[in-house]
């Protein structure tokens, strides 16, 4: 992990990490909560559940846990996954594992400041900003064929591209999709908040990974991120994935995040 005190751009370690676990996404259909931390319903679209993070409470770590697990039960749930974050406060990491907790997932939280970056894409990758209903369809598709999640009905896909156009007339962010040989392979989204651009929701086809297409898409949300203003890019990205692309164009690693299901049936 990087020094604290170093940053990237202007903003500290700190601000990175309190950024990296203030990230939160709230899914049509879902359910929210804020309390000692924030907890997520996610619809049956999105598999389900409840989401825990951003601890910040003067409780102990096992009375913030149990009031993360009996919010739970109440919206009739039964699985807690609770991503860790260096700034929580208390840490809950050793009360989850106590509890027997199995330990899901890991992503590593990566930052840059965005001036001077430059992102080499091969000439046949074409990134381009989403704003038409077939676009809207062209995400759906690829993010079904990663995420394995239930594919958007019309009315679903009439609703995202709402979002999608109100975030780019507000100047909030964009969603983005890239191209190989004229088909959509790869999309993801970026989000200003607080001088950050927040890079979420990539998703590369199999078939076409390695060809250039996250690049594609990861140039162009740093363009846009610059053009509403932001000075660092963060991003969350998987081990085995986008951390070693993102790593080469000179992001740094400034920590992780886990995640820990729990069941509460």
């Given at each position: 992990m990087t020094e604290r005190g170093m940053s990237a751009g202007r903003h500290s370690l700190d601000d990175i990490m309190r950024a990296s676990a203030a990230w939160i996404w709230i899914p049509r259909g879902g359910d929210h909560?804020?309390?000692?931390?924030?907890l997520v319903r996610y619809p049956e679209r999105f598999g389900g559940g409840v989401r825990?993070?951003?601890?910040?409470?003067?409780?102990?770590?096992a009375a913030v846990l149990d009031h993360a697990v009996e919010r739970t039960r109440a919206?009739?749930?039964?699985?807690?996954?609770?991503?860790?974050n260096a700034s929580d406060r208390p840490e809950l990491e050793a009360e989850l594992q106590r509890r027997g907790a199995e330990h899901a997932d890991t992503v590593a939280v990566f930052a840059r400041p965005i001036a001077g970056?430059?992102?080499?894409?091969?000439?046949?990758?074409?990134?381009?900003?989403?704003?038409?209903l077939e676009q809207v369809r062209e995400v759906d598709a690829v993010n079904v064929g990663v995420w394995e999640q239930h594919p958007l009905d019309?009315?679903?896909?009439?609703?995202?591209?709402?979002?999608?156009?109100?975030?780019?007339e507000s100047g909030e962010g964009a969603r983005v999709l890239a191209r190989l040989d004229g088909s959509a392979v790869s999309t993801g989204g970026c989000t200003v908040v607080d001088g950050f651009v927040r890079l979420w929701g990539a998703a590369t086809l199999p078939q076409a990974r390695g060809r250039g297409a996250y690049r594609a898409v990861l140039a162009e949300r740093l363009r846009i991120g610059a053009e509403l203003g932001a000075s660092t890019a963060i991003v969350k990205g998987r081990i085995s994935t986008s951390a070693p692309i993102l790593a080469r164009a000179g992001f740094t690693h400034y920590g992780d995040?886990?995640?820990?299901?729990?069941n509460v049936a």
């Open positions: 909560e804020r309390s000692d931390l924030q825990a993070s951003m601890v910040q409470s003067e409780r102990d770590a919206w009739g749930e039964p699985t807690l996954t609770f991503w860790t970056l430059s992102v080499e894409v091969p000439a046949d990758a074409v990134a381009e900003v989403v704003r038409t019309e009315a679903g896909l009439h609703e995202e591209l709402a979002e999608v156009t109100a975030a780019l995040e886990r995640a820990y299901v729990l």
